[in-house]
């Protein structure tokens, strides 16, 4: 928003995170953050704070907090998204317009006009659509813009335009709608993006039970302008702050409204995803000789996608560490995410490097398709190694290259 030419203040109750970014450091990695950052904050058009009266007189407030998955149940906690809203309602001025950007339940942003109104302000909801590692540049020129307001309301309707005047005037495609329809976009395209990737998965299932080739058949249907070949990649499958969590609440929305029969496929969705992480160990097992146990395994990649250093619900860490508990020698190496991972997986054991990694190794798995790691050199790692099996989780090495050099090579949905 700064960087877009606004005056911006940014608020959070993490006092640590504050002064971060106060001194122009991210607290993620994300590829052009932290040089949009220093940049933005050179101009004095940003600034960040704990204290939540620095909102007084703004004229648009951004909600932008996290809706994570509530303990015990496949429901959005929605705690931060009310926090918020009640920690702003005291310094709404008549005329402001709130602006969601949390994917939340359907339903979520009548309930919450209904507090922000009683204060002559207005709401609008404005789903988010950043993809990890790209999203720089889906903020700055995003491929679609959602509004979600009242009937009537174009008094929000012309301050989102204001804001994304630069965007719009770049031919960024339009929607005006309800509250309820905006809601469901954002959790309607995850719930699409997961089950392509699921089919694919599910598809790659049949494959190794009948010798077809999984990436094959990708590319053979993906040429098809129907389906497209984008989210057909079989391998370890989704995971990250968004998909696993949202088309669980999608399906503890729709049970709660009485149509859970129309929703009912994503149960499938997301036990298909599952399903790849238990298909990795076994393969694990394979190409150590049938079990994993006292064997060193490598595992390149812990991050749940490139360019990325988030592990929430990551298949890569998840799989190093069910393999740990199985009794194997688990060395871990990601270009970003090991300090992310050991926050949560402390006992695992990290070193920097692909090499590092695979030295002395019975089995190399690589889980996350980073550049450097689908780079490799089969030969300059084979030297390192103490056995060359490799397990391909993302589909993104030539195996011909791979088994010219004596490795054995397994993945996914191919023979």
């Given at each position: 928003?700064?960087?877009?030419?606004?005056?911006?203040?940014?608020?959070?109750?993490?006092?640590?995170?504050?002064?971060?970014?106060?001194?122009?450091?991210?607290?993620?990695?994300?590829?052009?953050?932290?040089?949009?950052?220093?940049?933005?904050?050179?101009?004095?058009?940003?600034?960040?704070?704990?204290?939540?009266?620095?909102?007084?007189?703004?004229?648009?407030?951004?909600?932008?907090?996290?809706?994570?998955?509530?303990?015990?149940?496949?429901?959005?906690?929605?705690?931060?998204?009310?926090?918020?809203?009640?920690?702003?309602?005291?310094?709404?001025?008549?005329?402001?317009?709130?602006?969601?950007?949390?994917?939340?339940?359907?339903?979520?942003?009548?309930?919450?006009?209904?507090?922000?109104?009683?204060?002559?302000?207005?709401?609008?909801?404005?789903?988010?659509?950043?993809?990890?590692?790209?999203?720089?540049?889906?903020?700055?020129?995003?491929?679609?813009?959602?509004?979600?307001?009242?009937?009537?309301?174009?008094?929000?309707?012309?301050?989102?335009?204001?804001?994304?005047?630069?965007?719009?005037?770049?031919?960024?495609?339009?929607?005006?709608?309800?509250?309820?329809?905006?809601?469901?976009?954002?959790?309607?395209?995850?719930?699409?993006?997961?089950?392509?990737?699921?089919?694919?998965?599910?598809?790659?299932?049949?494959?190794?039970?009948?010798?077809?080739?999984?990436?094959?058949?990708?590319?053979?249907?993906?040429?098809?302008?129907?389906?497209g070949r984008r989210f057909l990649n079989a391998g370890l499958g989704f995971g990250g702050g968004c998909l696993p969590k949202d088309i669980r609440a999608f399906m503890a929305r729709a049970e709660e409204l009485g149509v859970d029969q129309a929703l009912g496929f994503l149960r499938e969705v997301d036990s298909i995803n599952l399903r790849r992480r238990e298909r990795m160990i076994d393969l694990a097992r394979e190409v150590c000789g049938g079990t994993v146990r006292g064997k060193r395994i490598a595992v390149l990649g812990l991050a749940f996608k490139p360019d990325s250093d988030d592990v929430r619900d990551s298949p890569a860490l998840d799989v190093a560490a069910r393999l740990a508990e199985l009794g194997a020698i688990v060395i871990a190496t990601d270009p970003q995410a090991i300090e992310t991972s050991r926050r949560l997986r402390p006992t695992l054991d990290y070193v920097a490097t692909a090499r590092e990694a695979a030295r002395d190794a019975d089995a190399v798995l690589l889980l996350t398709e980073w550049n450097e790691y689908r780079q490799l050199d089969p030969e300059e790692l084979g030297s390192a190694v103490g056995h060359r099996a490799i397990v391909d989780g993302r589909n993104c090495l030539d195996p011909g290259q791979w088994r010219a050099a004596d490795w054995t090579y397994r993945a996914l949905g191919r023979p």
């Open positions: 928003m700064a960087e877009l030419g606004h005056e911006v203040v940014g608020i959070d109750v993490d006092s640590a995170k504050v002064a971060q970014l106060s001194a122009g450091t991210a607290p993620f990695y994300e590829p052009g953050l932290p040089e949009l950052l220093e940049s933005s904050l050179a101009t004095g058009r940003l600034r960040f704070t704990t204290d939540v009266a620095e909102v007084r007189g703004c004229d648009v407030h951004f909600l932008a907090v996290g809706t994570p998955q509530q303990e015990g149940s496949y429901a959005a906690d929605l705690t931060y998204v009310d926090a918020a809203t009640n920690a702003l309602l005291p310094y709404l001025a008549p005329g402001a317009v709130v602006v969601g950007k949390s994917t939340v339940p359907v339903g979520t942003a009548a309930r919450l006009a209904e507090l922000i109104e009683g204060t002559g302000a207005r709401l609008a909801w404005n789903p988010e659509f950043l993809r990890e590692g790209f999203a720089v540049k889906d903020t700055i020129a995003p491929d679609r813009l959602v509004y979600g307001v009242r009937p009537g309301d174009d008094a929000s309707v012309e301050a989102l335009d204001g804001i994304y005047a630069a965007a719009i005037g770049n031919g960024t495609p339009r929607v005006v709608t309800d509250f309820a329809t905006a809601e469901l976009v954002k959790v309607a395209a995850n719930a699409f993006l997961a089950t392509k990737i699921s089919f694919i998965n599910a598809m790659a299932e049949v494959a190794e039970a009948t010798g077809a080739d999984v990436t094959q058949l990708a590319d053979a249907i993906g040429y098809d302008a129907r389906i």
